[in-house]
């Protein structure tokens, strides 16, 4: 597994592992538990693909299952727990996977006593057209020079 971490749902640590391909695992005792299941093991048998659980090599492995099947379980799940697990699901574990360097940035930046908002993306730079011929000038007129000091 690439790294493991614990999320909070409504008081309840769920340990939710990533593979190296990127893949969410759940821990599936506390996804059943979180949607009401009384009893884990058939509910995963009951509604999960088996291709997408895993069992830990620790001592006393742990099943673990990949996001369908966390979805799986949630629609055969109340509506209303099914929409708590969704939001948990969205809102705290989805949201903390984005690589928020990937997310445009807004920058100010001044150049020749001219404020300019520069956009950083991708791990490039990014300036407005009107912004760069402000600065630098157009074809049909030479840049402006700075004031003498």
Same mark, same amino acid.
């Given at each position: ?70 979805? +799986? !379980?949630? #629609?055969? *799940?109340? $509506? ?12 705290? =574990? &989805?949201?903390? +996977? !984005?690589? #928020?360097? *990937?997310? $445009? ?12 908002? =520069? &956009?950083?993306? +991708? ?27």
């Amino acid at each position: 597994m690439k790294y493991a971490r614990s999320f909070d749902f409504e008081g309840q640590q769920v340990a939710v592992r990533a593979g190296t391909d990127g893949r969410l695992w759940f821990c599936a005792q506390a996804i059943c538990s979180a949607l009401r299941f009384s009893d884990s093991q058939a509910a995963m048998l009951n509604h999960c693909r088996p291709s997408g659980i895993l069992f830990g090599n620790e001592s006393a492995p742990q099943a673990m299952i990949d996001l369908r099947n966390v979805l +799986q !379980l949630s #629609h055969h *799940s109340s $509506p209303s727990h099914a929409a708590q697990v969704y939001d948990w699901l969205c809102n705290c =574990v &989805l949201a903390s +996977q !984005l690589d #928020h360097t *990937s997310k $445009p940035q807004l920058h100010q930046l001044m150049a020749n006593d001219q404020q300019l908002q =520069v &956009l950083r993306w +991708q791990g490039s730079w990014w300036l407005a057209m009107q912004d760069a011929v402000g600065l630098f000038g157009s074809a049909d007129e030479p840049p402006p020079r700075p004031a003498p000091s």
